[in-house]
C-alpha cells in the first residue's frame, strides 16, 4: 500500500501549517499596530486629535487579528487531530505490531 500526498495525513499537516501562517500573520500584524500606537503617543496634541479617526479603524484592525489568531489556533488543533487520526486509522489497517 502506497500512501500519497493526497491522504488525510497529509492534509492534516497542511492544516497545521496554514494555522501557524495564519498566526504568524496576525501576531506580526497586532506587533505594527502596537509600535504605530506608540509612536502616536509620543505626537504633539493636534496630530492625536487629527489621528483619532485612526485609531477606530486601528481597533477594528486589532480585533480582526485576534480573531485570525485564535481562528488559526483551532485550526491547527483541528490539524493535529486529523493527522493523528489518520495516523490511528492507519496502524489499524497495516498491523506492524505482527
Do not use: P, W
Not at 500606537?37 to 483619532?52: G, K, P, V, W
Not at 491547527?76 to 487531530?81: D, S
Request: hydrophobic share 40%.
Amino acid at each position: 500500500m502506497e500512501i500519497t500526498g493526497s491522504s488525510a495525513y497529509y492534509a492534516g499537516l497542511g492544516a497545521i501549517k496554514a494555522g501557524q501562517e495564519r498566526v504568524d500573520q496576525a501576531a506580526s500584524q497586532v506587533a505594527n499596530l502596537s509600535a504605530e500606537r506608540t509612536a502616536t503617543s509620543q505626537s504633539s496634541d493636534f496630530q492625536a486629535e487629527r489621528l483619532r479617526g485612526v485609531d477606530r479603524s486601528q481597533q477594528m484592525d486589532l480585533a480582526t487579528s485576534t480573531v485570525q489568531m485564535a481562528l488559526g489556533k483551532l485550526e491547527v488543533e483541528l490539524g493535529a487531530k486529523v493527522a493523528k487520526a489518520s495516523d490511528d486509522m492507519l496502524g489499524r489497517i497495516i498491523d506492524i505490531h505482527a
